[in-house]
Nanobody
Framework: QVQLVESGGGLVQAGGSLRLSCLGSGGIFGVMGWYRQAPGKQRELVASISHGGTTGYADPVKARFTISRDNAKNTVYLQLNSLKPEDTAVYYC???????????WGQGTQVTVSS
């Protein structure tokens, strides 16, 4: 059974930093990454990373967030720097099976940025 477990969310002041982690188990993953959903808004892609390390970012987070992964640990990370109140959201880890199109989701971790 595939599981994705996030950690690292919390409350931080504007300009601060957080590091999110997502540990995957029960599968072999291709693309991994992060979505976020703010209250009253649709879930949006934040960043993704392929098994080989190719990354992509949404425009609002470019140059502030950095995604990375450790394939040996089945873990993907998201370093959030220069946080803004508009980054407040529940952040969800996702992973796609490396040899399938099946997608998996974590339970979400809350990031709250105070002004």
């Amino acid at each position: 059974q595939v599981q994705l477990v996030e950690s690292g969310g919390g409350l931080v002041q504007a300009g601060g930093s957080l590091r999110l982690s997502c540990l995957g188990s029960g599968g072999i993953f291709g693309v991994m990454g992060w979505y976020r959903q703010a209250p009253g808004k649709q879930r949006e892609l934040v960043a993704s990373i392929s098994h080989g390390g190719t990354t992509g970012y949404a425009d609002p987070v470019k140059a502030r967030f950095t995604i990375s992964r450790d394939n040996a640990k089945n873990t993907v990370y998201l370093q959030l720097n220069s946080l803004k109140p508009e980054d407040t959201a529940v952040y969800y880890c996702f992973a796609q099976g490396r040899y399938s199109i099946q997608a998996y989701w974590g339970q979400g971790t809350q990031v709250t940025v105070s002004s």
